[in-house]
């Protein structure tokens, strides 16, 4: 069965640098990638999807790659801030419509300033 | 544009009862997906809904089933609950096109099974 797997449980790092995460995946080729932010108490939010034929994609600070023969996609947050301080969860579909999503089991980035 | 809601936004349930979880997704949405969210299992998908018929189902028990109303609303219904169950259940909705879309997530329901 399909399997993704987000390498570090916990990543802390001081504002101003870059934190990158990382996801992977085994057992499937998915058309799309997605990556969410989780706030303690509150529903995921969607921050950037990426496909298959995509190797990269940005959004202000936020820079997403996708490796589909590694089967990773790296995930970076630029000049980090304490607001950034969240859960962020990487998630692939199965169904190639993205409303059948699974997800890694995130990590926890705190920033400190 | 009102967001997705969910209700009731916390439970408390016995072991053995039933529940019935609702969410209203965003106006125009005719998708709504389920999630259950543990802290061991991390967030695992459950169904999602598409025009009142179940398109996809996740690796659940048949205890956890869902239907879905003409306005799209949806409604998730777990029985013979275990301790197990207790979780946080999200529900997403999704604007269909072409390609794949992303989700917007309700608050969720906490149900906690006593």
């Known amino acids: 069965s399909q399997k993704i797997e987000q390498n570090s449980e916990a990543l802390n790092i001081q504002e101003g640098k870059t934190a990158t995460l990382t996801c992977n995946y085994t057992n499937y080729s998915p058309a799309y990638l997605q990556w969410y932010r989780q706030d303690p108490g509150r529903g995921p939010v969607f921050l950037l999807l990426i496909r298959e034929n995509e190797k990269e994609k940005r959004k202000e600070r936020l820079k997403v790659t996708f490796d589909t023969t590694l089967k990773q996609s790296l995930f970076h947050i630029t000049a980090s801030q304490p607001a950034d301080s969240a859960t962020y969860l990487c998630?692939?579909?199965?169904?190639?419509?993205?409303?059948?999503?699974?997800f890694g089991k995130g990590t926890t980035l705190s920033v400190s300033s | 544009k009102a967001g997705v809601t969910q209700t009731p936004r916390y439970l408390i349930k016995t072991r053995g009862q039933q529940v019935t979880l609702s969410c209203s997704p965003i106006?125009?949405?005719?998708?709504v997906s389920w999630y259950q969210q543990t802290p061991g299992q991390g967030l695992q998908f459950l169904f999602e809904?598409?025009?009142?018929?179940?398109?996809n189902k996740g690796n659940f028990p048949g205890r956890f089933s869902g239907r879905q109303f003409s306005n799209s609303r949806s409604e998730m219904n777990v029985s013979t609950l275990e301790l197990g169950d207790s979780a946080l259940y999200l529900c997403?909705?999704?604007?269909?096109?072409?390609?794949?879309?992303?989700?917007?997530f309700g608050p969720g329901t906490r149900l906690t099974v006593t």
């Open positions: 997403a909705s999704s604007l269909m096109g072409q390609g794949a879309v992303e989700q917007y």
């Open positions: 998630a692939l579909d199965i169904n190639q419509a993205g409303t059948a999503l699974i």
């Open positions: 809904y598409f025009s009142e018929t179940q398109r």
């Open positions: 106006s125009g949405h005719r998708s």
